[in-house]
């Protein structure tokens, strides 16, 4: 329900949409009119659009979900370190609002911008193994996030049998239903979200041999699977990632032996075919960036360069010149530790904030 009821009231609603969200929290202690349209649905929704047209990337890191600890890169000093101990951890590209991840098993949703993290509990002790096996889709239609869960019931990488289980519900609806599984097995790597589809890697190790990569598909209104043919790249000797990048369905192939990632894009008006959109060479940047760890982030839509996380670095790259600056790294002598930083929308969803 829209609660604009007048030219005014229709010009700060349009004005407080293209606001960060911290900055629209403090905005709604001015006036209870304003506080009634900021926390409304209808501003959420629309806010969530407008506050991240062409804007940069808003990065901040994770340091441990689990106690709601993370930082604004912004905000960073040479005291503070951006570091989990350990490897295992994964997070999706922001979703409408929101991100998905794991953590030491322990699967979450948050929207970091307004402090929101909440941990998501499974019906019947179904952990998720780590690997990204949690999808998080937004279904236009009803205004609402879709969280799908794959897990594996069996696998051998021996004999590549596998038996997988899946499950779906709606983030304001604590009830999973089961869904048939996928046709195929789902790789470790975190799945990402484009135009109502969500979309993982197909693990090429299980089930049936495939000259290609494959991808499969989610779509959430349907609640349908789908298998789609991959890029021509090898991921067997190297490194794959699926993400968003400007609008679109992407994958990034590194390539040890030249130390290079390709990022190919899918061509949805040419019949789903693939465009080597991106060639990243980093032998110039060892050892701060190396193909094997360094996975593209997104692209900021204000000059086309390219968020790079190398592991214990972050940087952009520039496709022009093909130079990466490097905006953040950690010192990692004598430590096993890594960055984990997370894209995050301006988002008011979920907001927790004591405003």
């Known amino acids: 329900m829209k609660l604009i009821q007048s030219q005014t009231d229709e010009a700060w609603f349009d004005i407080l949409n293209w606001l960060p969200a911290r900055s629209v929290c403090e905005l709604s202690l001015v006036c209870w009119e304003w506080r009634a349209m900021i926390m409304s649905d209808h501003f959420i929704q629309s806010h969530v659009i407008y506050a991240n047209?062409?804007?940069?990337?808003?990065?901040?890191?994770?340091?441990?979900?689990?106690?709601?600890?993370?930082?604004?890169?912004?905000?960073?000093?040479?005291?503070?370190?951006?570091i989990l101990w350990g490897l295992d951890f994964v997070c999706s590209q922001p979703c409408h609002g929101l991100n998905v991840g794991s953590y030491s098993f322990w699967d979450f949703i948050c929207n970091l911008v307004v402090g929101y993290c909440e941990h998501i509990e499974f019906?019947?002790?179904?952990?998720?193994?780590?690997?990204?096996?949690?999808g998080l889709g937004y279904n236009l239609e009803i205004n609402k996030h879709v969280v799908v869960h794959i897990t594996y019931k069996q696998k051998d990488l021996e004999t590549r049998y596998y038996e997988l289980q899946c499950k779906v519900r709606y983030l304001d609806d604590k009830l999973w239903r089961p869904l048939d599984p996928p046709p195929r097995p789902v790789a470790s790597v975190s799945p990402t979200f484009v135009d109502g589809k969500i979309y993982w890697m197909v693990e090429q190790n299980l089930g049936p041999v495939s000259a290609r990569s494959e991808i499969l598909a989610?779509?959430?209104?349907?609640?349908?699977?789908?298998?789609?043919?991959?890029?021509?790249?090898?991921?067997?000797?190297?490194?794959?990632t699926?993400?968003?990048l400007q609008v679109a369905l992407c994958?990034?192939?590194?390539?040890?032996?030249?130390?290079?990632?390709?990022?190919?894009?899918?061509?949805?008006?040419?019949?789903?075919?693939?465009?080597?959109?991106?060639?990243?060479?980093l032998s110039e940047f060892f050892p701060d960036y190396l193909s094997?760890?360094?996975t593209p982030?997104?692209?900021?839509?204000?000059?086309?360069?390219?968020?790079?996380h190398g592991g214990w670095s972050l940087g952009y790259y520039d496709p022009k010149t093909a130079i990466i600056e490097t905006i953040y790294t950690v010192?990692?002598?004598?430590?096993?530790?890594?960055?984990?930083?997370?894209?995050?929308?301006?988002?008011?969803?979920?907001?927790?904030?004591?405003?």
């Open 53 to 82: 047209l062409n804007k940069s990337p808003r990065i901040m890191f994770i340091l441990d979900p689990r106690f709601g600890e993370y930082m604004d890169l912004e905000k960073f000093t040479g005291v503070h370190k951006p």
């Open 251 to 281: 994958v990034a192939c590194s390539d040890p032996s030249t130390n290079s990632i390709g990022i190919w894009m899918r061509m949805m008006k040419d019949c789903g075919s693939w465009l080597m959109e991106y060639h990243i060479e």
């Open 242 to 244: 699926i993400l968003q």
């Open 297 to 308: 982030l997104a692209v900021d839509p204000k000059d086309g360069r390219i968020l790079l």
């Open 331 to 355: 010192d990692i002598s004598g430590h096993c530790c890594k960055l984990f930083p997370i894209i995050c929308h301006e988002s008011l969803i979920c907001l927790l904030c004591p405003f």
């Open 218 to 240: 989610f779509d959430v209104k349907s609640d349908e699977f789908d298998v789609l043919q991959g890029p021509p790249c090898n991921n067997d000797c190297g490194r794959t």
């Open 292 to 294: 094997g760890n360094t």
């Open 123 to 134: 019906d019947d002790n179904d952990g998720t193994f780590f690997g990204g096996r949690i």
